[in-house]
C-alpha cells in the first residue's frame, strides 16, 4: 500500500501556541480540531492538518506549510486583508512581483506566521 490516498499534516513548531492558533483560525481562516497545553491542530476544509507543536525555539527559514490554491492572486488579496504581511524577494534566483515568484506556470508566494516560521501559498499551471 502507498501513500497516494493518505491525508497530510504538516507539524510547524510553535514558541506560543495560543497565539500560533490565533493566527491560523483569524489569519488563515483554519478550524481548530485539537488543543492541549502542548499542542494544537488546525484543519483545513479538503481535511488537511496543520499540527502546532509547543518547541523552545522556530525551524529556519525553510517553508513549514505549502497551501496550494485556485487563485493565487485572489488568496493574497484576501490574506493581507486580515493582516498577513507577504515576503519579498529580489535575489539572482528568486524575484517577485506583486508577492508573486513564478516559474514555467507555477506561481508561489511567501509570508511568515505568528511565531516566524515561512509559509507558502502557491498555484501550479494547471490551475491557471
Known sequence: MDL????????VAVLDLSRALKFYQEKLGLKTMAFTDFFGAAMSSDGSVVALAMREKVPSDEDSVNFTVKDIKATIKELESRGVVFNDYDKPRLKTVDHISEYKGFQAAWFKDSEGNTLQINQSPSQT
Open 4 to 11: 497516494s490516498n493518505a491525508n497530510i499534516a504538516a507539524n
